[in-house]
């Protein structure tokens, strides 16, 4: 990974706490999504504001900008900077450029953390709520509608639809090594899409079925079941050709948009547009438009996003894994997936149920004894004990549970974890934003209309 090199003038600048905890938070995956990290990054940059002081006899919009970019340095040092993060950091330094040489520092911070505020409020929470009614207009009763992932704005757009009453099944599409599309389903669960005998009654009143579009059970031209009665299914990204023929339309989350209308966004997006192309399925992006680019990309070969090789592996079969670290020692720190953290440990998967794997390997040391003590004869003295750590012990699992633990060691052995793809703009219907729902030949126009904030 390559990491910006740090100017003179940023040199002697401490890193603020909250930048640590972000970017921290970001390494590990914990703030994943597109949204989630710019307005956790914002927040950050807000505290900072506040907190800082320029040196004696120097202006605050001088300063300032070296004393943020030594800040963003580190954030992009645990996490490559994504597009929206990008567009509103350069946001952030043309408002701290315009500031008046005549307004004191504590008006121009006040400003500044205000300006902030009102940044997270019109472009992406306002826009979220703006593209979740337009969204709500594109689903129909009896509806089937397949997403990939984890998105926080389809998940805004599904529970907004849910609320005004329709009646839609969903399928959720997921893929390793993160199973994101797990928090989708117990969003979705929760806000009662599940809830089978409540639409069941709905649909059974005679008022209800007399007002339902007579295709309603033919709906999606034809394939398979209609989602009158709601539900929500999960399944790996392996069923995706047989659980597209169920779908009516697509929705998907995006990291960002280029100019030439090509969509970035998770591994494995462009293979649910391409396969929703092919069952001619209508794929609908719903998308803010601070995270559209004027920058053009053709492929995910050029521009892409290494994440941690060990992520890939995890024992089959273990509940929730995830790649953040085994916990079994405070020494295995959340911070693993770090930049700094990875040449110390090697992110290894984690079991959250620690209480079976502590069980497993006492059960483990307990037979190893047993059978030792079968095998002395009479009047041979009993061997003391092996007393291991806590993280001798995980990793002495860990090598039992998974094949490629030492892959590191290995010749020519390499795990490559993408992390990012890009779709065609041709498998793109349309995108909606807070300006409208768009053709991806549009990006241009809203990019120059919005070329002061991007």
């Not at 599409?173 to 005998?197: M, T, W």
């Not at 720190?333 to 700094?340: D, G, K, P």
């Not at 059960?363 to 041979?380: F, L, M």
Request: hydrophobic residues 45%; contains cysteine; positive net charge.
């Amino acid at each position: 990974r390559k990491v910006a090199k740090l100017s003179s003038s940023m040199m002697g600048i401490a890193i603020h706490p909250r930048i640590k905890e972000v970017g921290l938070r970001m390494a590990t995956m914990e703030v994943s999504g597109a949204n989630a990290r710019v307005v956790s990054v914002l927040a950050a940059f807000a505290v900072v504001i506040a907190d800082y002081t320029p040196p004696p006899q120097t202006a605050l919009y001088r300063h300032l900008v070296p004393h943020l970019s030594a800040q963003i340095n580190f954030l992009v040092y645990q996490r490559p900077m994504s597009t929206g993060m990008g567009n509103a950091i350069r946001w952030l330094k043309s408002q701290v450029q315009n500031i008046s040489a005549d307004m004191n520092d504590d008006e121009a911070k006040s400003k500044l953390v205000t300006m902030i505020s009102d940044y997270v409020k019109e472009r992406i929470t306002a826009a979220g709520d703006v593209i979740a009614e337009l969204g709500v207009e594109k689903i129909q009763d009896g509806d089937v509608v397949l997403t990939y992932g984890n998105s926080s704005t389809v998940q805004r757009l599904l529970i907004a639809a849910r609320d005004m009453g329709r009646r839609f099944r969903v399928i959720v599409v997921d893929s390793r090594p993160h199973n994101d599309g797990r928090k989708l389903v117990h969003k979705l669960v929760a806000a009662g899409f599940s809830d089978l005998d409540a639409a069941a009654a709905a649909v059974s009143d005679s008022s209800d079925m007399a007002s339902a579009p007579a295709n309603l059970s033919t709906r999606g031209k034809g394939r398979g079941r209609n989602g009158l009665y709601g539900g929500v299914t999960y399944a790996p990204i392996t069923a995706l050709s047989f659980l597209m023929r169920e779908a009516s339309k697509v929705f998907l989350g995006a990291e960002a948009f280029f100019a030439n209308g090509a969509m970035l966004s998770r591994a494995g997006t462009a293979m649910v547009a391409l396969s929703a192309h092919s069952f001619h399925v209508p794929v609908i992006v719903p998308c803010e438009t601070y995270k559209f680019s004027e920058k053009i990309q053709l492929d995910a070969v050029v521009s892409n996003e290494l994440g941690v090789p060990d992520a890939l592996m995890y024992k089959t079969g273990v509940s929730d894994a995830e790649p953040v670290g085994l916990h079994c020692s405070p020494s295995l720190a959340e911070m693993e997936y770090s930049a700094y953290a990875r040449d110390r440990y090697s992110a290894r998967p984690r079991w959250n149920n620690r209480s079976s794997l502590a069980s497993d390997i006492a059960g483990e040391a307990a037979s190893v004894v047993v059978g030792a003590a079968g095998k002395r004869g009479k009047g041979t003295k009993a061997a003391a004990p092996v007393v291991m750590s806590d993280e001798a012990k995980a990793l002495a699992r860990l090598n039992i549970s998974c094949p490629l633990s030492e892959w590191r060691s290995t010749h020519n052995l390499r795990l490559m974890n993408l992390t990012q793809d890009i779709t065609p703009p041709e498998f793109v219907s349309v995108i909606l934003t807070e300006v409208g729902m768009i053709p991806t030949t549009s990006i241009p126009v809203v990019l120059r209309e919005y070329q002061d904030q991007l």
